[in-house]
């Protein structure tokens, strides 16, 4: 590509992004633009000029124009796009944002900016933007040059939803988008283009008494949907989710996925509804491809699955509604089309509605799921049952199988929950599943797990890997301190066993990876417990796990250790999953 087509190609990136971010500020809800001459917001000054559903003025003076959008707002009781160049014109709309935070008007404030690298090496009409109106917003976003993703169009739409839901909250006010785009700023010929969208849309925030009074409707519209998926991430422990969300499954007959921190994978909540080995067939590209969705209700946050969050971002097709009693906007994938401001409960509650039976094209699908379920579990059993070695699915099988009714299992980031998402089949005994899913970090499991034996006074287990374990030594400390009931199991690959299935464990030197991605530690970490007052012992054979798991559930500080042999545990889980594409060839989804 030589430098003129890139040239040509980073212009047309800008327009693509700038028509895409205010067609979706119209059709979110935003009454006109007000718009200040400038040259860094080309892009922006063109979408909304060629705009023909989306009013605009143009001012020459940025103090005027933003209090001149206030007004219009505030008497309105609609959000109005204030736009301006970089440098200090954004300084201009300063006392109209602080008045409208103030007064709770709703105003979406884009500036437009050099892009990074301009900054603070003295380029000119640059300053910075990023905290013009500190203190003073309902929501602030940087977004990234529009050439640097290849996605600019499904982002800068999200970015107009959100911008406009947050500016009009249950406390409206100012959101500030700080726009940065490299030169050219718009393509070398310019042909006008008429919005994406015109017309009536939808509404993109639902809030509960809305729900309330549409739930026929709404039951009605998920009814017409044949091909739908019910997905739960991890979320807070609700006790009686699992009741609402088999009720709306059934009355649908659709499938669930969800993640072992979400609740619903233990106990009556794993009704039949619930897909437990998600995680083992959406690997297989054909079988995610036969199982295209129509709509996809996602609950909590992202699943754990990278499987199931490449399904939903391999079928862009299907709508994606978001199901949060808060402004979460947990959707990474930027495919949300719409927000339903209410519990997951709740929701379930009033989307069952009276629903009649369903379709056979619906049943079909429902049962198209259950197939892929039961042979990739089945494959995977199998696999598991042939190998001699106890490696951390075999780990994880037990100790799912193991901890008695009522039990909690706190699940540690890397392996642990991976490896119970995978492995974690159906379930009758009861189990909550906790995890810290929010950063996905390992930093602190120790402690809190102690934490949450504490609270929930049950039997409660701790799995982690080896790095997790030492990162939060001082966690032991504490159990000892605070005479915490609490069984840590950790599977010891001595290193990050994660890395190695990554792509980097295959394109560097293999010393270069061990030094800087596994970091062997060689540590004796039942020495370390028993150091810290732990009873401590290492069990390297299912038999040995079942029977140490079995004792330190009797009560008081223990540390139960296994042995992984990280090479083997790599290849396993290449062979397993290989084993559950062979079974699913064998048996295909129809």
């Not at 072992?260 to 054909?286: C, K, Q, T, Y």
Request: glycine share 8%; with cysteine.
């Amino acid at each position: 590509m030589n430098d003129q087509t890139a040239a040509r190609d980073i212009g047309a990136a800008n327009l693509r992004f700038a028509r895409a971010l205010v067609g979706e500020l119209h059709a979110a809800g935003v009454a006109t633009a007000v718009v200040c001459p400038g040259s860094r917001s080309t892009p922006l000054a063109l979408a909304i000029a060629e705009h023909s559903e989306l009013s605009h003025s143009v001012h020459i003076d940025e103090r005027s124009a933003a209090f001149y959008a206030l007004g219009y707002a505030k008497a309105a009781g609609r959000p109005v796009v204030l736009l301006c160049t970089s440098g200090t014109a954004g300084a201009g709309f300063l006392p109209a944002v602080a008045e409208a935070h103030h007064a709770r008007v709703p105003l979406v404030v884009l500036t437009a900016d050099r892009p990074p690298e301009l900054r603070s090496w003295g380029a000119a009409q640059t300053m910075e933007q990023r905290s013009l109106y500190a203190g003073f917003t309902r929501w602030f976003e940087e977004a990234p040059c529009p050439s640097e993703r290849d996605s600019e169009v499904s982002y800068a739409m999200a970015l107009g939803r959100r911008a406009v839901c947050e500016a009009t909250g249950p406390a409206p006010g100012p959101v500030h988008l700080n726009l940065p785009f490299r030169e050219p700023l718009a393509p070398a010929s310019y042909d006008p283009q008429l919005p994406a969208r015109q017309g009536p849309v939808a509404p993109f925030i639902h809030e509960l008494s809305a729900v309330q009074d549409a739930s026929d409707s709404l039951s009605s519209e998920l009814c017409a949907v044949a091909r739908g998926v019910l997905v739960f991430g991890p979320d807070s422990w609700d006790a009686a989710l699992g009741d609402a969300v088999a009720g709306l499954a059934n009355s649908l007959g659709w499938p669930v996925l969800a993640d072992p921190a979400s609740g619903l994978r233990a106990g009556a909540a794993s009704g039949e509804g619930v897909i437990h080995g998600a995680d083992l067939f959406l690997r297989d590209a054909a079988v995610a491809g036969v199982l295209r969705p129509d709509l996809v209700v996602r609950f909590g946050g992202q699943p754990t699955s990278a499987a199931i969050t490449g399904w939903m971002g391999r079928h862009a097709s299907a709508d994606v509604w978001l199901v949060d009693p808060a402004n979460g906007f947990r959707d990474p994938q930027h495919r949300a089309t719409r927000l339903f401001r209410t519990s997951p409960r709740q929701f379930c509650a009033l989307a069952a509605g009276q629903a009649a039976r369903p379709s056979e094209v619906t049943q079909a699908w429902r049962t198209q799921w259950r197939h892929a379920d039961r042979v990739a579990r089945a494959a995977a059993s199998a696999a598991l049952d042939v190998e001699a070695r106890f490696l951390t699915p075999h780990l994880a099988r037990a100790l799912w199988a193991g901890l008695p009714d009522g039990a909690a299992l706190f699940a540690g980031n890397s392996m642990a929950i991976r490896e119970i998402d995978a492995f974690g089949g159906p379930r009758a005994a009861r189990l909550r599943v906790l995890a810290n899913r929010g950063v996905n970090g390992i930093d602190g499991q120790v402690s809190a797990a102690l934490g949450a034996a504490a609270a929930t006074r049950r039997p409660t287990v701790l799995w982690c890997g080896d790095l997790a374990f030492l990162h939060d030594v001082s966690g032991l400390l504490a159990g000892c301190l605070q005479h915490a009931d609490l069984t840590i199991v950790v599977s010891n690959d001595d290193g990050g066993g994660i890395f190695e299935y990554l792509a980097i464990a295959k394109a560097v030197p293999r010393p270069l990876f061990e030094r800087v991605f596994a970091v062997p530690h060689g540590v004796d970490l039942c020495e370390v417990a028993r150091g810290f007052g732990w009873h401590a012992v290492r069990a390297a054979s299912t038999e040995a796990f079942v029977a140490a798991l079995s004792r330190a559930l009797e009560g008081g500080r223990h540390v139960v250790e296994v042995p992984v042999n990280r090479a083997a545990n790599t290849e396993f889980h290449q062979a397993l999953y290989d084993a559950v594409r062979a079974g699913l060839q064998r048996e295909p989804v129809a």
